[in-house]
């Protein structure tokens, strides 16, 4: 049941992600992903600035929070679909087009499902591995789902295969799961581009 309702919403994302994909960007210059498609200038941007450790550092150190940012990305063959929930309740989802939407956090189903998404994302930092403060932050290939997870003590991420994500006895599944009660949350709570 549940791995049926994940491979639905997952699905339903991803078929967002195409159809933004097929409206044009009107950057000039984007980069191609690893997940196919092009990257559009912005998105780049914004994912950016949710891995940089420099990110609101003083607000972030004020407010005690373990995981400054939980990112749950899943790549196309047409792009990749970036959900960002960040410590202070700011939740977003960008799509590699340049489409998404953008603080989503406003709505309070959707800051809870954040909050769940980043607390399960703590309980699982066991299962990533740290990457050096600078990157590389690679994006997820087609078909798989790359996780990033930003603290104090440095950022952690983790990629798999979605197929195996939907599986109860992945170590990440439950991540996974929360991830996608995001989704829902900002697919339910908020107007879609």
């Known amino acids: 049941m549940v791995r049926d ?27 191609t992903a690893a997940a196919g498609g092009e990257m559009a200038p912005a998105y780049l941007g914004l994912r950016a600035m949710a891995l940089s450790p420099e990110l ?12 400054q940012v939980a990112l749950m990305e899943l790549g196309t063959d047409e792009g990749v679909a970036t959900i960002a929930a960040f410590e202070d309740g700011s939740t977003s989802i960008y799509y590699s087009s340049g489409g998404g939407i953008i603080g ?20 699982s930092a066991g299962a990533f ?3 050096g403060p600078t990157g590389p932050f690679p994006l997820p290939k087609p078909d798989r789902v790359r996780f990033y997870l930003r603290t104090a003590a440095g950022t952690r991420t983790a ?22 009660e995001v989704i829902t949350a900002v697919r339910t709570h908020t107007p879609q581009p």
């Open 159 to 180: 990629e798999v295969e979605l197929e195996a994500l939907v599986s109860d006895t992945h170590p990440l599944h439950r991540l996974f799961v929360a991830g996608m």
């Open 104 to 123: 989503a956090g406003s709505h309070e189903p959707v800051r809870r499902a954040a909050a769940a998404f980043r607390q399960r994302a703590e309980a």
């Open 5 to 31: 309702a994940c491979i639905l919403a997952a699905s339903a994302l991803l078929i967002s992600c195409a159809a933004c994909q097929a409206q044009p960007a009107k950057d000039t210059a984007p980069a």
């Open 56 to 67: 609101d550092a003083v607000r972030v150190a004020e407010s005690g929070a373990p995981v």
């Open 129 to 131: 591995t740290p990457v």
